[in-house]
C-alpha cells in the first residue's frame, strides 16, 4: 500500500506501547479514525487509528511569521515557503503478531488495505454479525468503504444489551440510526425460523417520525439503495408493524398521523385507551415527574389501587375524580390521618388535569371490530414474535406520555416475568426491544429518585438483558442522563454535540481530537463504541428506508 | 580487537597518548564583525566590477525586486557546506607531538522545484582523518601509505559494525609550521579537512554543470564567499575548467568584514555600508588574487558588491542586514569591464526577494541569513553523526 511517511521517536516524544508519532507531507489528506499500518520488528505489522495531526514548521515563534511576512505585509509573496510537514498521533490497536514493543524510529508507514483495517479494527471474524453502517477511510484515489458489524451478541443480549445514542444532529439522526438498527436486526431475525425471535416496541414521541415504517421511503436514491445492499440489507421497509394511536374521538385531536383511518381500515392501526378497572395500578406512573419526598401521592395511589376509604366499588375514572376530591374538602381525612387534605388537593389538582385534558382514560371499550379500540397492556402482552409496535405519545402532554411509557414498559416486564397471563412461552418473542427518544424526560438525572418510570427503567438496563428486554435510547445531552441507566449500555452512539457537552465527565476518556470532531460530524455520521471494537469508529449510514416527513 | 588508534600505532611507528577527545569547532554564539578575517584578494584600484560607471554612490532596487517578484525566481540551487572537527588523539612521532584531528564534511546543494518543494539535490557526506605527512614512515609513495591506512581503518570491526566508512586520510605538511609561529598543528589539520570540504564543494558545482543543470534561468546560489584558495597542483588547464563551472554561480556571506570593503579608490567603505539604505545595493567593485603570490593563476577576478536586504533599525548592528554578494568574472568583455549592471541588478534584485522567511529566533544570524540557505544548513547538521558517537569511534 502507499507509503505516507516514517515514524518519528524523540527523546521527549518516544513511540510507547500505546501510541506512536510519523511524519507525512503537508499535503497529504488524511483524517482523525484512519487507520494507518507501521512495519514493526520480525515483520510483524502494527497497527494504528490517527488521533492527532499537526502542522508543523521551523517557525520558532509567532513574531518570526510576522517578520517574515516583511514586517507585516500580508500581501507579500515569498519565493520559498517555510519548510513545514504534518505530524500525527496515532493510538496503537493491535500488532498482527500480537507484538506490543514501541514501534521503532523510521519504520515506515503506509495506508492499510481494507484486509488490514478490518483486521486493525476488530471487524474480521465478528461473530453474529449485525450491520451497523459503514466505515469510509482515506482519500480518493486511495478511499476505501467497509461495512461494519456488530456482534448481535453484544447489542441485544445475551453478553451485553442497551444502546444509547446522543447528539444534536436535528433532523431525527438519532430516531434514523435507531431505526436502521431495528431494520437490520428485524431483517435477520425475520429470516430465522427457530431460536432466537425479536419483537420491537417504539414510542413515537415527536410529529410523525414513526408513524409510516412500513412505507417505503420515496426519496431513496440508488445510492441509498447500494449502501443497504453492500451491507446486505433488504430495500424493503419494517414488516409487520402495528400503530396504536391515543384514543379520541375525532382522532386529529389526540395524534398527529393523518393516516390513521386508512391505517384502520388496513388493520394495522388501534387506538388505545385506559379503563380504570385494569389500569387503576398504574395511576402512580402519572406522578413520576412530581417531586415526592415523603412519598405521600405514592400513598394516595396505594390508597386508591386498594380500594381503602371509599374507593371501593369505584368503576370510573370520572367517579374516582369525584370520591378525590371528597378528600381535598375540610375535615374529610378524619378516617385517615396519615394523609393530610393538604396532600389529596395536590393530588386532586395534578390528576384532575390530566384526566381532563386527555381522551384516552376512557370508560369502555368498542368490542365492534372496526372501532379498532385496544388497551395497550393488552396488545403488548400479546405481542408476536417479529412484530413492530409503534405507540404514538407525541401529541399527549408530559405526564401522559410519561404515563403511557411506564405502562408500556410494566407491560413489558410483566409479558416476560410471564405473570399475569398465560401464554405458551414459546410464541412469546424471546427478546423485546424497546426504543424511546428523549429519554432525559424519564432518566435524566434531575428526576426523581422515587419515580416509578426511572426505576422501571433502571430495572430494565440493569437485568433487562437476563430477561431480553432491550433498551434502545436516544436524547440530546448524554450527560444528562442517570449514570446507571447509561452506565448499564454496551453500545454507544454518539451524534454531533456541542463544545460545553463534551467538557462533561462523560467524555473524559474521549481524546481531544474526537472530542472536537464530535462537534463537526454530519448528519448520518456517528461515533461509535461497542465492546468488540478495538478504539471507536466513526459510522455512516444509509438514509431511512421508510417513508419521511419533512413537516413533522 | 584493534580500534583505530592502534592501528595508527602500528601504521607510523608511533605513539598515541590516548588524550582528550574533543570537538575543535567552535561554536558561534553571537554573531560579530571578524576584523582578522584573512584575504587573500585585492581590489584592483581604478576598476569598474560593472559596466554602468557612472553608479558613484548606491542604487535603489525596490522597484525592480518588486517588479520580479512576480516572475521565476533566478535561484533554483542552494549550496552549502560545512565540517565538523574533532582532535581525537595526540600522536608522538619521531619525538614530535602532533595532534590527530579527524572531520565530518558535508556539502550538499538543495533544489526548488517551487516555492513549496525544497529537495536535496547533490550530498556528499565524508569522514576524514588528518594527520602529518610525518606520519608516513617512508618517503615516497604518500598517497599509497595514506590509502593503505585507511582501508585498514575501514576494516575494524568497530567502524564496519555501524557501517560507517572513512572515506579519506588527510595530510598536511608540518612545515608550514615553522613559517608562522601563530599556526598550530592542530589548525593544519583544521585547514586540510576545510580543502577537502572545498574541493567537494566544487565537486558537486562541477557535477551540476555537467548536467546542464545551470543556466540563465536557474543560477546556484553559494553560502560563503567564491574566493577559493587556490589549488594545490594550480594547473592552469583545471582552474579554466572549474572557473567555467562558476558562470551561474554566485556567493553570498553573511558575515563579512566591513574593513575589507574599499571603494573604488581603494579607500575602507565601511562607513558608506552601514548607512546603506534599504534594497539599495553599492556599485560593484573589481578584486582579484594578490598576483604576487598566486600569480600563476592567472586572470582570476570577481566582482563583489553589498545589498541591504533588512531594515537596520530591525537589526542588531548596523552590518546585520547586508549581505556579500560575488560573482566570478567569466569572459573576457566582464574580465575588461565588470558585470553587466543589468545581471548585477537582476541578481540583486533577486536576493532581496529571497530575504523571506526568516529564521528570526532559530539562528543569530537571521538579518542576513537567506532562508534556502538556512534551509540546506539546517539539511546538512542533521546529516552528521552526534559528537559523542563520532568520538567514541576511536
Known amino acids: 500500500m502507499k507509503q505516507i511517511g516514517k515514524i518519528i521517536a524523540t527523546e521527549k516524544v518516544p513511540t510507547t506501547v500505546d501510541e506512536f508519532f510519523f511524519w507525512t507531507d503537508k499535503e497529504l489528506i488524511i483524517k482523525p479514525f484512519d487507520v494507518v499500518k507501521v512495519n514493526h520488528i520480525k515483520s510483524s505489522i502494527t497497527f494504528g487509528v490517527v488521533e492527532e495531526i499537526s502542522h508543523l514548521t521551523d517557525n520558532s515563534s509567532f513574531l518570526a511569521g510576522y517578520i517574515s511576512s516583511d514586517f507585516g505585509d500580508v500581501n507579500y509573496q515569498q519565493y520559498t515557503q517555510r519548510i513545514g510537514m504534518n505530524y500525527v498521533r496515532a493510538k496503537v490497536v493491535g500488532n498482527s503478531q500480537g507484538i506490543y514493543t514501541p514501534v521503532l524510529d523510521g519504520s515506515f508507514v503506509s495506508l492499510a488495505s481494507e484486509d488490514d483495517i478490518r483486521e486493525a479494527l476488530g471487524l474480521k471474524d465478528i461473530k453474529n454479525p449485525l450491520p451497523c453502517g459503514y466505515i469510509e477511510m482515506y482519500e480518493q484515489p486511495d478511499s476505501v468503504t467497509i461495512p461494519v458489524h456488530f456482534n448481535s451478541h453484544f447489542l441485544i443480549g445475551p453478553e451485553g444489551a442497551h444502546l444509547n445514542i446522543s447528539g444534536i444532529s436535528g433532523l431525527a439522526s438519532k430516531t434514523s440510526y435507531a431505526m436502521f438498527l431495528l431494520k437490520a436486526i428485524q431483517d435477520q431475525y425475520i429470516e430465522k425460523s427457530k431460536g432466537e425471535s425479536v419483537a420491537f416496541v417504539l414510542l413515537n414521541v415527536k410529529g410523525r417520525d414513526l408513524l409510516a415504517i412500513d412505507e417505503i421511503n420515496d426519496e431513496l436514491t440508488s445510492d441509498d439503495k447500494s449502501i443497504y445492499k453492500m451491507l446486505d440489507l433488504s430495500t424493503v421497509p419494517f414488516q409487520n408493524v402495528k400503530y396504536f394511536y391515543p384514543y379520541s374521538k375525532d382522532i386529529v385531536s389526540s395524534t398527529y398521523g393523518r393516516d390513521v383511518k386508512s391505517q384502520m381500515e388496513l388493520n394495522k392501526a388501534y387506538l388505545y385507551k385506559y379503563i380504570f378497572e385494569d389500569d387503576k395500578e398504574s395511576i402512580d406512573l402519572l406522578f413520576s415527574n412530581v417531586d415526592d419526598p415523603n412519598q405521600t401521592m405514592e400513598s394516595i395511589v396505594n390508597y386508591i389501587a386498594t380500594g381503602q376509604g371509599g374507593f371501593n366499588g369505584i368503576t370510573n375514572w370520572n367517579e374516582l375524580l369525584n370520591e378525590v376530591y371528597e378528600h381535598t374538602k375540610a375535615g374529610a381525612s378524619g378516617k385517615d390521618k396519615e394523609i393530610t387534605v393538604l396532600s389529596w388537593r395536590k393530588f386532586y389538582r395534578l390528576f384532575r388535569k390530566t384526566i381532563e385534558k386527555t381522551t384516552i382514560f376512557s370508560n369502555s371499550i368498542s368490542s365492534k371490530p372496526k372501532d379498532n379500540e385496544t388497551r395497550l397492556k393488552e396488545a403488548i402482552l400479546n405481542i408476536k414474535k417479529n412484530d413492530v409496535f409503534v405507540i404514538d405519545v407525541a401529541k399527549l402532554d408530559e405526564e401522559t406520555q410519561g404515563f403511557v411509557f411506564g405502562d408500556v414498559m410494566r407491560s413489558i416486564y410483566e409479558l416476560k416475568l410471564g405473570q399475569a397471563y398465560d401464554r405458551n412461552e414459546a410464541d412469546i418473542p424471546s427478546k423485546i426491544v424497546i426504543f424511546i427518544d428523549e429519554l432525559n424526560k424519564y432518566a435524566s438525572k434531575e428526576v426523581p429518585k422515587s419515580s416509578p418510570i426511572l426505576r422501571q427503567l433502571l430495572d430494565i438496563t440493569e437485568r433487562g438483558r437476563s430477561l431480553g428486554i432491550i433498551l434502545f435510547s436516544a436524547e440530546q445531552f448524554k450527560s444528562d442522563i442517570h449514570d446507571r441507566v447509561k452506565g448499564n449500555c454496551a453500545t454507544h452512539a454518539y451524534g454531533r454535540t456541542n463544545a460545553i457537552e463534551i467538557s462533561k465527565p462523560d467524555y473524559q476518556y474521549v481524546p481531544p481530537v474526537y472530542k472536537s470532531m464530535l462537534t463537526r460530524l454530519k448528519q448520518g455520521e456517528y461515533v461509535v463504541q461497542n465492546p468488540v471494537f478495538r478504539s471507536l469508529l466513526n459510522i455512516k449510514f444509509p438514509r431511512p428506508i421508510y417513508k419521511q416527513f419533512k413537516n413533522g | ?394
Open chain 2, 1 to 394: 580487537m584493534k580500534n583505530i588508534r592502534k592501528i595508527l600505532e602500528d601504521a607510523t611507528n608511533g605513539i598515541c597518548y590516548d588524550s582528550y577527545r574533543y570537538c575543535a569547532d567552535e561554536e558561534l554564539k553571537v554573531p560579530t564583525i571578524n576584523y582578522e578575517e584573512t584575504q587573500s584578494f585585492t581590489l584592483l584600484k581604478d576598476r569598474y566590477g560593472e559596466t554602468d560607471t557612472s553608479l558613484k554612490q548606491t542604487k535603489d532596487l525596490t522597484k525592480k525586486a518588486k517588479q520580479l517578484s512576480n516572475s521565476e525566481p533566478l535561484f533554483k540551487y542552494f549550496l552549502d557546506g560545512s565540517r565538523r572537527t574533532y582532535k581525537v588523539d595526540d600522536i608522538e612521532i619521531n619525538k614530535r607531538i602532533f595532534p590527530i584531528m579527524a572531520g565530518q564534511i558535508g556539502v550538499a546543494c538543495c533544489e526548488r522545484k517551487n516555492p513549496n518543494n525544497f529537495k536535496c539535490k547533490e550530498l556528499e557526506s565524508n569522514l576524514v582523518l588528518s594527520l602529518p605527512v610525518e606520519a608516513n614512515p617512508e618517503t615516497r609513495n604518500t598517497e599509497l601509505f595514506f590509502n593503505n591506512l585507511k582501508e585498514k581503518i575501514n576494516n575494524t570491526p568497530r567502524v564496519q559494525k555501524i557501517g560507517l566508512k572513512f572515506s579519506n586520510i588527510l595530510s598536511y605538511s608540518s612545515k608550514a609550521n615553522v613559517d608562522s609561529k601563530e599556526l598550530k598543528y592542530e589548525h593544519l589539520g583544521i585547514a586540510a579537512i576545510q580543502d577537502e570540504m572545498v574541493d567537494s564543494e566544487k565537486k558537486i558545482v562541477a557535477n551540476l554543470t555537467a548536467k546542464n543543470l545551470l543556466n540563465e534561468d536557474s543560477y546556484l546560489l553559494k553560502d560563503g564567499s567564491l574566493q577559493y584558495k587556490p589549488m594545490k597542483t594550480g594547473e592552469y588547464k583545471e582552474l579554466s575548467k572549474i572557473k567555467n563551472n562558476y558562470r551561474c554561480v554566485i556567493g553570498v556571506s553573511k558575515l563579512f568584514n566591513p574593513e575589507f570593503s574599499k571603494d573604488r579608490s581603494g579607500k575602507s567603505n565601511a562607513a558608506l555600508l552601514a548607512k546603506l539604505p534599504l534594497y539599495h545595493r553599492t556599485p560593484a567593485y573589481m578584486f582579484q588574487h594578490e598576483r604576487e603570490k598566486w600569480s600563476y593563476l592567472g586572470d582570476y577576478k570577481y566582482s563583489v558588491w553589498y545589498v541591504r536586504i533588512r531594515d537596520a533599525k530591525h537589526t542588531e548592528s548596523p552590518f546585520a542586514g547586508i549581505v556579500k554578494i560575488e560573482k566570478i568574472l567569466i569572459t573576457e568583455n566582464e574580465n575588461e569591464n565588470g558585470l553587466e549592471s543589468d545581471l548585477i541588478d537582476v541578481i540583486t534584485a533577486n536576493i532581496i526577494n529571497e530575504r523571506n522567511p526568516v529564521c528570526y529566533g532559530k539562528d543569530s544570524r537571521w538579518a542576513n541569513h537567506l532562508y534556502p540557505v538556512y534551509l540546506t544548513e539546517l539539511f546538512l547538521k542533521s546529516k552528521y553523526l552526534s559528537d559523542i558517537h563520532f568520538l567514541n569511534l576511536f
